[in-house]
């Protein structure tokens, strides 16, 4: 599941922290760089579990509403919802539930937000559209939640808020998090039952490999690659750029010498996106030129055995 967009987001965020860190221990800082990588995958756990959460306390509630309903004699409510095949499924998945043992703090410990939650996903027209609906199978209860998570969940303030109080990691985690829950939902499949295989944590040793190996060059030549960008900032005086610019090109840089299989193209762009999050207005366009130049200079005097391509200009 981490790919390399959370890992360069993490190595920004883990290098600033190193520099602004009185003792740069470097072993020290790759532990923290691989902690926060796997909070990153307890996130992906925990917003699986929130639809469990979810589904439980719609139980507990129907179960109120059931009981009342015999008393009285009245027609008992549907249980549609409650008892959908795709929440069941994953409710009883067995990875999902040996990560929960490993948890202090679960849904549980947020029974208000977890049933504002369900209230809000029972007020919306994908929820009366369902119950509605004369379908009842698997895919219709996937979807269902598909559905539910790309509109009450993915872009939520309430839970951004509740998870940026429960982890400092997951400040800018969940937008990239969510489509792997989205992800896992579609490729959920009934016949697996509870053994449905989530995303693992990597895909591969080379996805850590590729952070150990970005964030050590990152330091470690750091001298190189800020000579390389005042030579390249021509008429800018190089100590004016905003600190987090240098951060983000030296990472870039990095990533340029040190792997050989990725193109220069898909280094800058993704590193300008990068600048437009977390640097000035202005600094992606500057960056994006910076970057190039560089490139070019590196093609240019042997040092990158790569070809350097004809780039968009980027938008500010």
């Known amino acids: 599941m981490i790919n390399r967009e959370i890992i360069r987001i993490k190595i920004v965020q883990l290098t600033y922290a190193y520099y602004q860190n009185g003792n740069k221990n470097i072993d020290s800082a790759e532990k923290e760089l691989f902690f926060s990588l796997s909070k990153a995958y307890d996130l992906y756990n925990q917003l699986l579990m ?7 306390e719609s139980r507990r509630r129907l179960d109120v509403v059931q009981a009342k309903a015999r008393r009285e004699g009245t027609p008992e409510p549907s249980r549609k919802f409650a008892d959908n095949r795709f929440a069941l499924q994953l409710e009883s998945n067995k990875q ?3 990560f929960m043992e490993t948890q202090k703090r679960t849904w549980a410990d947020e029974p208000e937000f977890v049933g504002h939650l369900f209230e809000l996903i029972e007020q919306s027209q994908i929820y009366k559209d369902y119950m509605e609906s004369e379908d009842d199978d698997y895919n219709t209860d996937r979807e269902l939640w598909r559905r539910i998570y790309r509109t009450l969940i993915q872009e939520n303030d309430d839970l951004d808020q509740l998870l940026e109080e429960q982890s400092l990691y997951w400040n800018d985690d969940k937008e990239v ?37 970005l964030f050590r060059s990152t330091i470690l030549n750091a001298d190189d690659y800020q000579r390389l960008m005042s030579e390249s900032s021509r008429n800018w005086d190089f100590s004016r750029l905003a600190y987090m610019d240098v951060i983000i090109m030296q990472i870039a840089i990095a990533e340029m010498m040190t792997f050989p299989t990725i193109p220069l193209s898909v280094t800058i762009n993704e590193f300008v996106e990068l600048a437009k999050y977390y640097s000035t207005p202005r600094s992606a366009g500057y960056i994006n030129g910076m970057l190039d130049a560089i490139a070019r200079h590196l093609v240019k005097t042997g040092r990158l055995m790569k070809h350097i391509e004809e780039r968009q200009p980027q938008e500010n």
Request: overall charge negative.
């Open 50 to 56: 929130l639809i469990v959460a979810v589904t439980r």
């Open 96 to 98: 999902l539930g040996e």
């Open 177 to 213: 998090v969510d489509t792997f829950v989205l992800k896992t939902i579609k490729r959920f499949d009934e016949k697996n039952g509870a053994k449905q295989e989530l995303l693992p944590e990597y895909d591969s040793e080379e996805e850590k490999d590729y952070a150990r190996k």
